[in-house]
């Protein structure tokens, strides 16, 4: 084996663990925030925001933007 071998290893290597790390970032940041701001749906942002990525990328950004609205409470006067 020679040094470029050895060093192409290393480099793939890496990639590939950066590539799990961001993965497994994004799938935990949508629920982390949500529940961060105490949203009434955490759990259901953070399930959101695995499956939108495992089964496709293209909903994460809403399930990113679903952790930051917040849902007005009912005020105890209303109907």
């Known amino acids: 084996m020679s040094g470029y071998d050895i060093f192409a290893w290393i480099v793939l290597v890496i990639l590939v663990a950066s590539?799990?790390?961001?993965?497994?970032?994004a799938g935990w940041l949508p629920g982390?925030?949500?529940?961060?701001?105490?949203?009434?749906?955490?759990?259901?942002?953070?399930?959101?925001?695995?499956?939108?990525?495992?089964?496709?990328?293209a909903l994460w950004p809403i399930v990113f933007i679903w952790a930051y609205v917040d849902i007005p409470r009912r005020r105890s006067g209303d109907a």
Do not use: D, E, M
């Open 32 to 57: 982390h925030i949500a529940k961060s701001r105490n949203h009434p749906y955490a759990q259901a942002v953070a399930v959101a925001g695995w499956i939108t990525l495992i089964f496709g990328f």
């Open 19 to 25: 590539a799990i790390g961001v993965f497994c970032i």
